[in-house]
């Protein structure tokens, strides 16, 4: 197995992903076969599910002869992946039947950085994939990642529920102890918005859950926020610059709703 990634906006894109999982799941199985690398996680409060697809064609050198699955420590990738420079290249890369991964960090074309080589223990882990069946929602939210990351950690000051309400606007409401914050989005501050008609969505998430997916959101300028009134919101962020429709790379969470009491 070689995995090679050279462009700088993809090394940075997978050095924040695997910088940012282990804030979602302790350890992760790797799925590779010959067209793909997939990896779906539950969080630990068992409300969070984490998906990421990535197709061959994604990276600069992708050679899987043999489907496997690879246990990471999330916490050695972050660590290693902070000794990553800006201008160095991804080798991941081991041989059959091993039962550790080499990494190395090198230099790309005339920008010359000290070569950095890791080894990383696989693990055994356990875990079943869920089907999740794709469905329309009543609402789909385009907005620059950034923005909604901004918002995101203003509202996470005033309380730890995030209510989302979708009709004309789209409110943001997060309250508590230190008061209550509801940031009004009208449809020109988005870059796309659809509501199905007559529809008013309500639903409310974990807020600490939802800054941590922002984490993320470097790695794509939109964010596409779908909801529904009683099912999980959906996060997606796209690593091919389409929309959470026709991404085939992409990294994506549902969160489940919080219920409350009528």
């Known amino acids: 197995m070689k995995l090679v990634i050279t462009e700088p906006t993809k090394v940075k894109a997978f050095a924040t992903i695997f910088r940012q999982l282990k804030n979602i799941v302790a350890d992760v199985n790797i799925d590779l076969n010959y067209d793909t690398m997939y990896i779906q996680g539950m969080g630990d409060s068992q409300v969070c599910l984490f998906e990421l697809l990535i197709q061959k064609d994604w990276f600069t050198e992708y050679e899987v002869n043999k489907s496997f699955?690879?246990?990471?420590?999330?916490?050695?990738?972050?660590?290693?992946?902070?000794?990553?420079?800006?201008?160095?290249?991804?080798?991941?890369?081991?041989?059959?039947?091993?039962?550790?991964?080499?990494?190395?960090?090198e230099s790309i074309g005339e920008n010359k950085t000290i070569r950095k080589c890791?080894?990383?223990?696989?693990?055994?882990?356990?875990?079943?994939?869920?089907?999740?069946?794709?469905?329309?929602?009543?609402?789909?939210?385009?907005?620059?990642?950034?923005?909604?990351s901004d918002l995101i950690s203003q509202l996470s000051i005033f309380g730890e529920e995030l209510r989302i309400n979708c009709k004309k606007t789209v409110d943001l409401t997060s309250k508590g102890d230190m008061g209550q914050m509801t940031a009004s989005i009208e449809e020109e501050n988005i870059v796309e918005y659809a509501i199905e008609e007559e529809a008013i969505v309500n639903v409310c998430v974990s807020l600490n859950l939802i800054e941590k997916m922002c984490g993320f959101s470097k790695i794509s300028e939109?964010?596409?926020?779908?909801?529904?009134?009683?099912?999980?919101?959906?996060?997606?962020?796209?690593?091919?610059?389409?929309?959470?429709?026709?991404?085939?790379?992409?990294?994506?969470?549902?969160i489940a709703p919080r219920i409350e009491d009528d």
């Open 69 to 105: 699955v690879m246990g990471l420590h999330c916490e050695f990738m972050f660590k290693m992946l902070n000794c990553l420079e800006d201008g160095q290249k991804i080798t991941m890369y081991m041989k059959e039947d091993a039962d550790k991964l080499s990494v190395d960090f």
């Open 118 to 148: 890791f080894k990383m223990p696989l693990m055994n882990i356990d875990s079943d994939h869920l089907n999740i069946p794709e469905k329309e929602y009543q609402t789909d939210i385009s907005i620059m990642s950034d923005e909604f």
């Open 222 to 254: 939109v964010a596409y926020l779908h909801c529904s009134n009683g099912s999980p919101v959906k996060l997606h962020y796209s690593l091919d610059g389409e929309d959470s429709i026709d991404s085939i790379n992409y990294v994506r969470f549902f």
